[in-house]
Every structure is written in structure tokens, then in C-alpha cells.
């Protein structure tokens, strides 16, 4: 079956620095989501993105979605203590089902 | 307008006993999904429902079983709980299916002793 990875599993970062998660899949995606969940919280979506090569900004988050759509990244500019939690990506690989990856922990150091 | 809403919050249980737990999702969405999501794992997919009408299944034993209802509310039931069922169930609305944003509720924590 469908899989999604993503990397780094952890990552740690001093404020002000910047932060990229990764995310691969194992098969073509027909659009990719993406979704913060905060200690002790729900997944929050953030963004979905559907076109091959798609670029999507949100203030200091870009969101892309490679060529082929297998694959997909998240980059927060100047990282806040706000942006603590897990970032998840996830892919349908169909209408009927939707495949999480295991998510990247993101810790800001004020 | 309201969110998810998800009950019981927590709950806790013994290994062989059954557990119900129950979704509203939000106002015009007909898609209810369910998922399992343990500590440092992302959310594993369990059911999807539409017009109540079950359309997805995640690699779940059968003791796992699902139901929606003409509101589009849902049920998720386990049955002969296991010490590994322990985890945080999550129940998504939306208004068709995966393909579109799913909107969590807050989730119910179940404990199995």
C-alpha cells in the first residue's frame, strides 16, 4: 500500500532560525495536505496543494509540491515559539482514504 | 459554527470489554473519517463514511466497526479490547471525502488496563 514519509523525525531549533520538513510518497499523490497539531491537540489543517510544481506561501510558511507529485515540503522562515508542534503531511490515495506520515517534531528554543 | 465534536473526551477500559465512541461532524459536511493516532505516530486511517455509506478501510481487524447515521453523525466501536488499542481516536469531517480538508475534533483518549 500507499506510503508517506517524512524527515526529519525531530528537529530543534533556536528562535529566529529557519525549519524545512520533508515529505515523500510512495505513490503519485493527487494533492497533498499538510496539518499542525500542538502538544496535547488535534491535527490543524494548514494548506492543500494539488498542481504539479505548486508554490504556496502562507506569511512565513512556503509550501511546495514537486514535479512529479510524490513529493512535498514545508519551510517556516525565522521560527516562533508559536510554531511548536508536529507538521504532517498527508496524501489520499484516493477519495476514500487519506495516508499520514509520522510527522516532524518541531521545539523552538527561545 | 460549531466544530468536530467528539465523546467521550477520555476513557477507560479493560482488555476484552467494548468501547462506543461518537462523532458529530460539522454542519454540511457528509464525510466522517476515523483514525488512531498513538504517542509519536501520525494518524492511521480506520474508516471513512459518506451518506452512510462506508467507502474506505484501513488495515483494522474486524473487532473495529463503524456506523453513520442519517444526521452524518458516526460511531466507531472496538470490540474485545486489546492492551494495544490504547490511543488517541480522532474523528474527521468534511464535506465529500479525502480529497478534501479534514477537520478534527479534539479526539478520545482510550486507556486499556
Known amino acids: 500500500g500507499q506510503q508517506v514519509m517524512q524527515i526529519p523525525q525531530y528537529q530543534h531549533v533556536q528562535e529566529g532560525e529557519d525549519f524545512t520538513t520533508y515529505c515523500n510518497s510512495s505513490?503519485?499523490?493527487?494533492?497533498i495536505q499538510w496539518y499542525k497539531q500542538r502538544p496535547g491537540g488535534h491535527p490543524v489543517f494548514l494548506i492543500q496543494?494539488?498542481?504539479?510544481?505548486e508554490v504556496k506561501k502562507q506569511k512565513r510558511l512556503t509550501f511546495q509540491f514537486g514535479e512529479a507529485k510524490k513529493n512535498s515540503s514545508l519551510h517556516i522562515t525565522a521560527t516562533q515559539t508559536t510554531d511548536v508542534g508536529t507538521y504532517f503531511c498527508?496524501?489520499?490515495?484516493?477519495?476514500?482514504?487519506?495516508?499520514f506520515g509520522k510527522g516532524t517534531l518541531l521545539t523552538v528554543n527561545p | 459554527d460549531a466544530g468536530v465534536t467528539q465523546s467521550p473526551t477520555h476513557l477507560i477500559k479493560t482488555r476484552g470489554q467494548q468501547v462506543t465512541l461518537r462523532c458529530s461532524p460539522i454542519s454540511g459536511h457528509k464525510s466522517v473519517s476515523w483514525y488512531q493516532q498513538v504517542l509519536g505516530q501520525g494518524p492511521q486511517f480506520i474508516f471513512q463514511?459518506?451518506?452512510?455509506?462506508?467507502?474506505g478501510r484501513g488495515n483494522f481487524p474486524d473487532r473495529f466497526s463503524a456506523r453513520q447515521f442519517p444526521n452524518y453523525s458516526s460511531e466507531l466501536n472496538v470490540n474485545a479490547l486489546l492492551l494495544g488499542d490504547s490511543a488517541l481516536y480522532l474523528c474527521a469531517s468534511s464535506k465529500t471525502g479525502s480529497n478534501q480538508p479534514q477537520h478534527f475534533g479534539d479526539g478520545t483518549r482510550l486507556s486499556i488496563l
Open positions: 496543494l494539488v498542481k504539479s510544481g
Open positions: 463514511y459518506y451518506e452512510k455509506e462506508e467507502r
Open positions: 505513490t503519485t499523490l493527487s494533492n
Open positions: 498527508a496524501g489520499p490515495p484516493s477519495n476514500y482514504k487519506l495516508t
